[in-house]
C-alpha cells in the first residue's frame, strides 16, 4: 500500500528522536525500519510538536488531504478482517521495539495525541513534589506496543470473559515481529492470541500480532507458533514490569490458572476486538455514562 513520502519522513524523525531521548535512560534504540516494510494506512501524516523526553512532546495526526487534525482514536478504522490467510487489524504505534519511554494515545486530551506518560516524585511524608516522564524501569519494550483505533476497554461495565471493568482506554496491541515500527506508524497486523492482563482490579487486554509483511506472518496463525522462549519472555515481561517501581506483579485471568491457558486464540481475540468496537460505539452515541466524562472525542 503506497503512502506520502511526508509519512515516511515525519514518522521515521519522530522516532529517531525520541529513541535518542531515551539513551541516556539506557535504551537499546534499535534504528526504525522503514516504512515499507509495513502495510501503512493510507491518507494521514503525523506532525511532532516539543521537546523529545518532555511532558510537552506530542505526535499528532491530520487527513493528508485536508490537513485538518484526526485523532488517531476515533477518526481511524480498526479495518479488522477475516480472511482464509487469517485476521487483520490496524493498530497504532506507540511505543517502537527496544524504547524505554512509556509512550501512549492520550483519551482525555484534545485530538488524542500520542504522549509521554507521567510518574509522581514524591517527598518522605508521600506529598508530591513534581511530575517527571515516565519510563520503564523493568527494561525496554519487547515488542511494538500500540493501540486498535475504535475499540474501548469499558471502564464503566465489566468484562465479559474477566468480569472486571476495563482500563478505560483502547485496546492494546503487541506487535512480535522483527522490523521496529516507528512511534505514530499506523499498520496492520495479523492477529495471533490474545492475553487477559489485570491491573489493579482493571481489564488491560493485549492483542498479540505479527507486522503483516514480516517473513514469518505466513507461517505464524496461533500463538502457539510463537517460539516458546519468546511467548513466556512477553508473558513475563508484562506480568513483572511493574516491579522495578516497587510494586508487585501483575496479574492474568484467571489467577489461578497455567500460564498456557492465558492465552486466547485469534478467533477469540477478534470477538473481544469486536466486543471492545461495541464498547467504543457507547462513547460515541453519548450512552456511556459516567464512565467516559472525562474522555476526549471529536464533535460530531
Same mark, same amino acid.
Given at each position: ?46 506532525? +511532532?510538536?516539543?521537546?523529545? =523526553?518532555? &511532558?510537552?512532546?506530542?505526535?499528532? !495526526? !491530520? ?16 479495518? &479488522?478482517?477475516?480472511?482464509?490467510? #487469517? ?12 524504547? $524505554? ?39 525496554? /519494550?519487547?515488542? %511494538? ?10 471502564? =464503566? %461495565? ?11 482506554? @483502547? &485496546? *492494546?496491541?503487541?506487535?512480535? =515481529? ?13 492477529? $495471533? =492470541? ?16 505479527? %507486522?503483516?509483511? *514480516? ?8 500463538? /502457539? ?20 517501581? #516497587?510494586?508487585?506483579? &501483575?496479574?492474568?485471568? @484467571? ?34 455514562? +459516567? ?10
Amino acid at each position: 500500500m503506497n503512502m506520502s513520502i511526508s509519512i515516511v519522513l515525519v514518522v521515521l524523525a519522530a522516532a529517531l528522536v525520541s529513541c535518542h531521548a531515551d539513551v541516556a535512560a539506557g535504551a537499546i534504540c534499535p534504528k526504525p525500519a522503514s516504512p515499507k516494510k509495513f502495510n501503512v494506512f493510507p491518507d494521514y501524516e503525523v506532525k +511532532e510538536d516539543g521537546e523529545p =523526553g518532555t &511532558l510537552d512532546y506530542k505526535i499528532e !495526526f !491530520f487527513d493528508k488531504e485536508s490537513g485538518d487534525q484526526i485523532s488517531p482514536w476515533h477518526d481511524i478504522p480498526h479495518g &479488522l478482517e477475516s480472511t482464509k490467510e #487469517g485476521a487483520f487489524v490496524w493498530v497504532v504505534n506507540e511505543i517502537p521495539k527496544g524504547d $524505554l519511554a512509556k509512550m501512549e494515545t492520550m483519551a482525555k486530551r484534545e485530538g488524542n495525541p500520542i504522549q509521554q506518560d507521567d510518574e509522581s516524585v514524591e517527598d518522605a511524608d508521600g506529598e508530591e513534589l513534581y511530575t517527571r516522564p515516565r519510563y520503564y524501569g523493568y527494561g525496554p /519494550s519487547l515488542v %511494538n506496543y500500540g493501540s486498535i483505533p475504535q475499540t474501548w476497554e469499558d471502564s =464503566g %461495565n465489566p468484562d465479559e470473559i474477566t468480569e472486571e471493568i476495563g482500563d478505560g482506554d @483502547p &485496546l *492494546d496491541s503487541l506487535d512480535i =515481529g522483527k522490523a521496529v515500527a516507528p512511534m505514530g506508524l499506523v499498520y496492520k497486523i495479523k492477529i $495471533l =492470541g490474545a492475553l487477559p492482563l489485570m491491573d489493579s482490579e482493571e481489564t488491560d487486554w493485549k492483542i498479540v500480532g505479527i %507486522n503483516e509483511m *514480516d517473513p514469518l506472518a505466513e507461517e505464524y496463525s496461533d500463538f /502457539s507458533d510463537i517460539p516458546e522462549e519468546k511467548r513466556e519472555a512477553i508473558y513475563n515481561w508484562f506480568r513483572d514490569y511493574k516491579t522495578a517501581a #516497587g510494586k508487585g506483579q &501483575l496479574a492474568y485471568h @484467571p489467577i489461578d490458572a497455567d500460564p498456557e491457558e492465558h492465552w486466547y486464540s485469534p478467533k477469540d481475540a477478534v470477538k473481544i476486538i469486536k466486543a471492545k468496537n461495541a464498547s467504543w460505539k457507547t462513547l460515541m452515541d453519548g450512552t456511556c455514562g +459516567e464512565a467516559c466524562e472525562e474522555i476526549w472525542m471529536p464533535e460530531t
